[in-house]
């Protein structure tokens, strides 16, 4: 974690090396692996490995972007858990197409550093050891399915891992939830919580009256409280607000 000048914690960034670097090697090793062309065999070879999977990841970069949509293709089948990180680009289209979606709690909008690697449109990691990856290719070209071995599906997952706690949700469970979506809000919310008034939050986070006064009322609004006091107990019972 990094805490800044006007004491608000940030998580520390993810660069793209960290979580692109084994996803790239792979990329980079394209034609050893067995590889389905067109949207027939691709629909085909994913739907082998989909039939008796437990879990799913899926990293992409927008819905609908890819040759084929990994997650949409991955919807039609039931009875496991499935997972979809995209880039932090596609955050807009991403709410526009999956925010309402049932699964939408299921799929979150990486943070900037954590983009998939730029050879690839999409990949599909089974049970952690199949990586179905979808290369980048020209608009119009029939779309090809590379397939990479245990290895391979165990360093995706593991890079999905690294960025997926901190990556953005389409639907939050709660009004809390997308407050806390903000640094700024957060560390108001921490402070309200603790009985904090509001030139001393603003002080502390060097940040005008006005400003935090606004930010207050989009707390209050959020939480349904009358007053800024209501706000904070309310936000207080959210035991994660009290564990910061």
């Not at 997650?71 to 499935?82: I, M, P, S, V």
């Not at 108001?188 to 603790?194: D, F, V, Y």
Request: with cysteine; net charge negative.
């Amino acid at each position: 974690m990094t805490l800044y000048s006007s004491g608000i914690v940030q998580p520390t960034p993810i660069t793209a090396a960290r979580t692109s670097t084994t996803v790239r090697a792979a990329a980079d090793r394209f034609a050893q692996y067995e590889s389905a062309t067109g949207r027939r065999a691709v629909s085909a070879t994913l739907a082998d490995l989909l039939r008796s999977a437990r879990t799913a990841v899926i990293w992409q970069r927008s819905p609908g972007a890819a040759a084929l949509d990994l997650w949409d293709f991955a919807l039609a089948w039931h009875d496991f858990d499935r997972r979809a990180l995209f880039d932090p680009e596609a955050l807009d289209s991403c709410r526009e197409l999956l925010g309402g979606h049932p699964l939408a709690e299921h799929v979150r909008v990486a943070e900037t550093g954590g983009e998939l690697d730029r050879q690839l449109d999409a990949v599909l990691v089974v049970d952690r050891r199949v990586a179905a990856m979808l290369p980048r290719t020209p608009e119009n070209d029939p779309p090809t399915l590379v397939i990479g071995d245990a290895v391979v599906a165990e360093a995706v997952a593991a890079a999905f891992d690294l960025v997926w706690p901190s990556a953005r949700c389409l639907r939050p469970a709660n009004p809390i939830d997308e407050m806390l979506e903000s640094n700024l809000k957060r560390e108001i919310i921490r402070r309200l919580a603790e009985g904090e008034k509001d030139e001393a939050i603003a002080r502390s986070l060097n940040v005008s009256l006005r400003t935090c006064r606004r930010h207050i009322a989009d707390i209050m609004s959020a939480t349904d409280a009358v007053s800024r006091f209501q706000a904070g107990f309310r936000i207080g019972q959210d035991t994660r607000v009290v564990a910061w």
